[in-house]
């Protein structure tokens, strides 16, 4: 592979969203790990960006960046206590650590040629492709059409719509204050 | 593959999803215009809703009549066939009962939102029988699972409820993304997404070995949680012991009879045995894989659930560790269903299934009307429920009977079905281990039975009443338990074969 | 272009981080975030695929864009049932969500 300037954008992106994942699952401080999960996930949304998928790195930001991190940062900062608790970390941190590299090296296997670099031959699946076909210049607003399409994703659009609702009402309903809808007698909760 | 555009067959393939919304929403509105005291029956409103629906697919949900182009509909997200319509039957016949159920528990009885998420967790299940798409496949398990997180949690002045919402959500949440990365790979080595499509191109595309086990094994992991196979199943004491009762009924009879549908047809596209291919050039095998990795998660399900249920002292966790345990016979099952291909084996599965549906309803209308009446979910404290309410104790003793294998309760003929496949697919070794593994059960069921019948306790004089909503969900499993082990064996098992026959259509 | 393992490195990478974070953070915040790691480390996977194995058909890209969806509903039942719990106990630490244990 030659150094282009595609290749060395790509290792940006594919560092930062790396270096920050770490850094969220290995920070003490939760807040300071909410904003790693920002940085990995914008890096996550430049990886998109290489890859012919600007609306879903503008989703990605939008969305992810915008919506569910915030979200979180929200949470941890409801839950106090939390941010200051003295060990992150489970007493078995150590085989977590064994678990998450030989899943690593199991995936690595199967999806890159190492092991036909390495003379295993017949054990990865071919992934060496480096110059697919352009993408059509139409294929957002296909996207658009056909996520409202019958005969192609109207459904999961519709069904998606309906998770939407009902997580909406449960996780309001689960949080809503005791005692402001009115309840039948002997209901009252006890907080 | 060109997939079906018939409008009229389309609508009929997800009537019973656009009914079930149009309930949700009808459940939501009542609960703000009818006033406080008429809200306890708005269970009615849903449990006789999602009752009729569940008519309305057996009666009019007749599939297209065809082979597999004219059943793949909506852009080939669903196949309408007769395995998707038993098993939406099942799936919401156990929402309506679960519902029956709620009306029993005082902090839930009443509220219209908790009826809602209920009916989409049902929607989800439904579409988990019918889904024929990577993406309908993943966003109809996420409906399930994220509502039934929420439904777990719903008690929130109850510590046990809200921890049990907690590690339910998590591990689900945790192994849900191994199935998406499982089908993330799944499309990778394909380029599609329609699992019939993908699984011709998965066969015949000369792919290596590993890439195609990793996946599968990805994939198997969210399946593993669902249906609660040892080795993932550590939620399932915990989460069942603390959740609001009728959401153990659920979370053991629809969501994991869902799961065993789509485990079915999963399989048997993506992966199929070579003879289903027929004509097609350089068909490789991938079958034999998921038969082994089925069986043998089937014998560590089976005897690790018999035996640790041999100690349980809290009935919600007996019925919890039994759950595990029947999770590996129906694995019997599915090992079974590639091996041969005559459909026997997917039809014991189907069969099985509906009858555990409503043994564990059963099962936990039970110990509902038993927590509400003692405050105890002590095995010991069923003492003299023969006494305080023998109607209670025979049905008690049905659904035992029918875990059990002991006719003429239906689990019987479920069990007989699940070995014979068995032997007819080679696997006579699992044949015998379910065996002894049935004679192991037999014990910790009939000890509770003992308890109920045997033994005396000093409030035999307290009788527990059984309310109207009871009397119906009760009913309405005792008759399909004891008529589906005698007299209607033939018509159920017809019907499930024809499905099974329509899960081998690939082509 | 840089060929399609690189990606996939990246995904699997992605991936692995969160699932040590997963099984050996203490607090359900961090866990969920991690959780938020993987499937983000799926969202790499489904397009670098798309956009190397099938690039005409949209299927890639739409999967993707349901993930989104199904992320976002996930992080707001699982923050609420958080919060809930917080209530209760002023503590989200309880080593009873620590899932290496069970």
Same mark, same amino acid.
């Given at each position: 592979?030659?150094?282009?300037?595609?290749?060395?954008?790509?290792?940006?992106?594919?560092?930062?969203?790396?270096?920050?994942?770490?850094?969220?699952?290995?920070?003490?401080?939760?807040?300071?790990?909410?904003?790693?999960?920002?940085?990995?996930?914008?890096?996550?949304a430049g990886l998109f960006v290489l890859l012919a998928a600007p609306f879903l790195a503008g989703v990605q930001v939008v969305v992810y960046i915008g919506a569910i991190a915030i979200l979180i940062i929200f949470a941890i900062m409801?839950?106090?206590?939390?941010?200051?608790?003295?060990?992150?970390?489970?007493?078995?941190?150590?085989?977590?650590?064994?678990?998450?590299?030989?899943?690593?090296?199991?995936?690595?296997?199967?999806?890159?040629?190492?092991?036909?670099?390495?003379?295993?031959?017949?054990?990865?699946?071919?992934?060496?492709?480096?110059?697919?076909?352009?993408?059509?210049?139409?294929?957002?607003?296909?996207?658009?059409?056909?996520?409202?399409?019958?005969?192609?994703?109207?459904?999961?659009?519709?069904?998606?719509?309906v998770l939407l609702m009902a997580a909406l009402i449960g996780a309001v309903l689960l949080v809503w204050p005791e005692g402001t809808r009115s309840t039948p007698p002997g209901e009252a909760g006890d907080d | 593959?060109?997939?079906?555009?018939?409008?009229?067959?389309? !609508?009929?393939?997800?009537?019973?999803?656009?009914? %079930?919304?149009?309930?949700?929403?009808?459940?939501?509105?009542?609960?703000?215009? =009818?006033?406080?005291?008429?809200?306890?029956?708005? *269970?009615?409103?849903?449990?006789?809703?999602?009752?009729?629906?569940?008519?309305?697919? =057996?009666?009019? *949900?007749?599939?297209?009549?065809?082979?597999?182009?004219?059943?793949?509909?909506?852009?080939? %997200?669903?196949?309408?066939?007769?395995?998707?319509?038993?098993?939406? @039957? %099942?799936?919401?016949?156990?929402?309506?009962?679960?519902?029956?159920?709620?009306m029993g528990v005082l902090k839930l009885r009443a509220r219209g939102d908790f009826y809602a998420v209920l009916i989409v967790a049902v929607i989800g299940a439904s579409l988990m029988s019918a889904a024929a798409d990577l993406i309908m496949i993943f966003l109809a398990l996420e409906t399930t699972s994220i509502t039934l997180y929420l439904l777990a949690g719903y008690l929130r002045d109850d510590d046990r409820s809200t921890e049990a919402g907690l590690k339910y959500f998590l591990f689900g949440a945790f192994t849900s993304a191994f199935t998406l990365y499982g089908l993330s790979l799944v499309y990778g080595l394909t380029g599609q997404t329609n699992i019939y499509e993908l699984g011709k191109t998965l066969a015949t595309n000369g792919l290596p070995d590993p890439p195609v086990v990793i996946a599968l094994g990805l994939v198997a992991v969210g399946f *593993?949680?669902?249906?609660?196979?040892?080795?993932?199943?550590? =939620?399932?004491?915990?989460?069942?012991? $603390?959740?609001?009762?009728?959401?153990?009924?659920?979370?053991?009879?629809?969501?994991?009879?869902?799961?065993? $549908?789509?485990?079915?047809?999963?399989?048997?596209?993506?992966?199929?045995?070579?003879?289903?291919?027929?004509?097609?050039?350089?068909?490789?095998?991938?079958?034999?894989? =998921?038969?082994?990795?089925?069986?043998?998660?089937?014998v560590v399900s089976m005897s690790l659930g018999n035996v640790l249920a041999l100690v349980q002292?809290?009935?919600?966790?007996?019925?919890?560790?039994?759950?595990?345990?029947?999770?590996?016979?129906?694995?019997?099952? !599915?090992?079974?269903?590639?091996?041969?291909?005559?459909?026997?084996?997917?039809?014991? @599965?189907?069969?099985?299934?509906?009858?555990?549906?409503?043994t564990n309803i059963l099962a936990f209308g039970v110990v509902i009307l038993f927590a509400n009446?003692?405050?105890s979910e002590q095995i010991s404290d069923l003492a003299g429920l023969s006494r305080r309410n023998p109607w209670l104790a025979l049905a008690m003793t049905i659904a035992l009977l029918s875990l059990a294998g002991i006719p003429p309760a239906a689990g019987f003929i479920g069990k007989f079905l699940l070995f014979r496949a068995a032997v007819n697919a080679n696997l006579v070794w699992l044949a015998l281990v379910g065996i002894v593994n049935v004679i192991i059960g037999l014990y910790y069921y009939l000890v509770v039975v003992k308890v109920m019948y045997m033994e005396r306790s000093e409030d035999e004089d307290k009788p527990i009443p059984v309310g109207t909503p009871y009397s119906w969900a009760l009913g309405i499993s005792v008759a399909g338990v004891l008529l589906f082990g005698t007299i209607l064996v033939t018509p159920l098992l017809d019907w499930a074969t024809d499905a099974a026959h329509a899960l081998y259509v690939l082509l | 272009m840089v060929p399609l393992w690189m990606y996939l490195m990246v995904a699997a990478g992605l991936f692995s981080i969160g699932l040590y974070g997963v099984l050996a953070r203490r607090n359900a915040i961090a866990i969920l975030m991690s959780i938020e790691l993987m499937l983000n480390a799926v969202n790499i996977?489904?397009?670098?695929?798309?956009?190397?194995?099938?690039?005409?058909?949209?299927?890639?890209?739409?999967?993707?864009?349901?993930?989104?969806?199904?992320?976002?509903?996930?992080?707001?039942?699982?923050?609420?049932?958080?919060?809930?719990?917080?209530?209760?106990?002023?503590s989200v630490i309880a080593e009873d969500v620590d899932l290496l244990k069970w």
């Amino acid at each position: 592979m030659d150094i282009t300037v595609e290749s060395i954008v790509f290792l940006i992106f594919g560092v930062l969203t790396l270096g920050s994942a770490l850094l969220v699952v290995t920070t003490r401080n939760l807040f300071h790990g909410a904003l790693y999960l920002m940085a990995s996930l914008f890096g996550v949304a430049g990886l998109f960006v290489l890859l012919a998928a600007p609306f879903l790195a503008g989703v990605q930001v939008v969305v992810y960046i915008g919506a569910i991190a915030i979200l979180i940062i929200f949470a941890i900062m409801l839950t106090p206590q939390v941010t200051a608790m003295r060990s992150v970390r489970t007493a078995q941190w150590p085989v977590a650590v064994a678990v998450a590299v030989i899943f690593f090296a199991l995936l690595v296997s199967v999806v890159t040629p190492l092991m036909d670099e390495l003379g295993v031959d017949d054990f990865a699946a071919d992934f060496t492709q480096e110059n697919p076909p352009d993408v059509p210049a139409d294929s957002l607003v296909r996207l658009g059409e056909q996520l409202v399409d019958p005969q192609q994703f109207m459904l999961p659009f519709e069904v998606a719509s309906v998770l939407l609702m009902a997580a909406l009402i449960g996780a309001v309903l689960l949080v809503w204050p005791e005692g402001t809808r009115s309840t039948p007698p002997g209901e009252a909760g006890d907080d | 593959m060109n997939f079906s555009t018939d409008t009229q067959a389309s !609508v009929i393939a997800i009537l019973p999803e656009i009914l %079930m919304t149009i309930l949700a929403v009808a459940v939501l509105v009542y609960d703000v215009i =009818w006033p406080e005291e008429r809200r306890v029956q708005l *269970g009615y409103l849903a449990g006789f809703g999602l009752m009729s629906i569940a008519g309305v697919v =057996w009666l009019i *949900g007749v599939p297209p009549a065809g082979g597999l182009q004219e059943q793949l509909l909506l852009g080939g %997200m669903v196949r309408h066939d007769d395995m998707a319509q038993i098993f939406r @039957v %099942m799936v919401i016949l156990a929402g309506a009962l679960s519902c029956l159920l709620a009306m029993g528990v005082l902090k839930l009885r009443a509220r219209g939102d908790f009826y809602a998420v209920l009916i989409v967790a049902v929607i989800g299940a439904s579409l988990m029988s019918a889904a024929a798409d990577l993406i309908m496949i993943f966003l109809a398990l996420e409906t399930t699972s994220i509502t039934l997180y929420l439904l777990a949690g719903y008690l929130r002045d109850d510590d046990r409820s809200t921890e049990a919402g907690l590690k339910y959500f998590l591990f689900g949440a945790f192994t849900s993304a191994f199935t998406l990365y499982g089908l993330s790979l799944v499309y990778g080595l394909t380029g599609q997404t329609n699992i019939y499509e993908l699984g011709k191109t998965l066969a015949t595309n000369g792919l290596p070995d590993p890439p195609v086990v990793i996946a599968l094994g990805l994939v198997a992991v969210g399946f *593993g949680f669902k249906i609660s196979a040892v080795p993932f199943h550590f =939620w399932t004491p915990d989460v069942y012991e $603390g959740a609001p009762t009728p959401i153990t009924a659920l979370l053991s009879s629809a969501s994991k009879a869902a799961a065993v $549908g789509l485990l079915l047809r999963f399989l048997l596209a993506v992966f199929p045995p070579p003879e289903l291919l027929g004509a097609l050039e350089g068909v490789k095998d991938y079958s034999a894989f =998921w038969v082994q990795l089925a069986a043998v998660l089937s014998v560590v399900s089976m005897s690790l659930g018999n035996v640790l249920a041999l100690v349980q002292s809290n009935i919600k966790r007996l019925l919890a560790y039994s759950t595990i345990a029947h999770a590996g016979y129906i694995l019997i099952g !599915v090992a079974a269903i590639s091996t041969d291909c005559s459909g026997d084996g997917a039809a014991a @599965v189907a069969f099985y299934m509906f009858m555990y549906v409503l043994t564990n309803i059963l099962a936990f209308g039970v110990v509902i009307l038993f927590a509400n009446a003692t405050g105890s979910e002590q095995i010991s404290d069923l003492a003299g429920l023969s006494r305080r309410n023998p109607w209670l104790a025979l049905a008690m003793t049905i659904a035992l009977l029918s875990l059990a294998g002991i006719p003429p309760a239906a689990g019987f003929i479920g069990k007989f079905l699940l070995f014979r496949a068995a032997v007819n697919a080679n696997l006579v070794w699992l044949a015998l281990v379910g065996i002894v593994n049935v004679i192991i059960g037999l014990y910790y069921y009939l000890v509770v039975v003992k308890v109920m019948y045997m033994e005396r306790s000093e409030d035999e004089d307290k009788p527990i009443p059984v309310g109207t909503p009871y009397s119906w969900a009760l009913g309405i499993s005792v008759a399909g338990v004891l008529l589906f082990g005698t007299i209607l064996v033939t018509p159920l098992l017809d019907w499930a074969t024809d499905a099974a026959h329509a899960l081998y259509v690939l082509l | 272009m840089v060929p399609l393992w690189m990606y996939l490195m990246v995904a699997a990478g992605l991936f692995s981080i969160g699932l040590y974070g997963v099984l050996a953070r203490r607090n359900a915040i961090a866990i969920l975030m991690s959780i938020e790691l993987m499937l983000n480390a799926v969202n790499i996977n489904l397009v670098a695929f798309w956009r190397y194995q099938a690039p005409l058909a949209l299927n890639g890209q739409a999967f993707a864009a349901f993930v989104f969806v199904v992320a976002a509903a996930e992080a707001a039942v699982g923050l609420a049932l958080i919060i809930t719990i917080y209530r209760r106990r002023q503590s989200v630490i309880a080593e009873d969500v620590d899932l290496l244990k069970w």
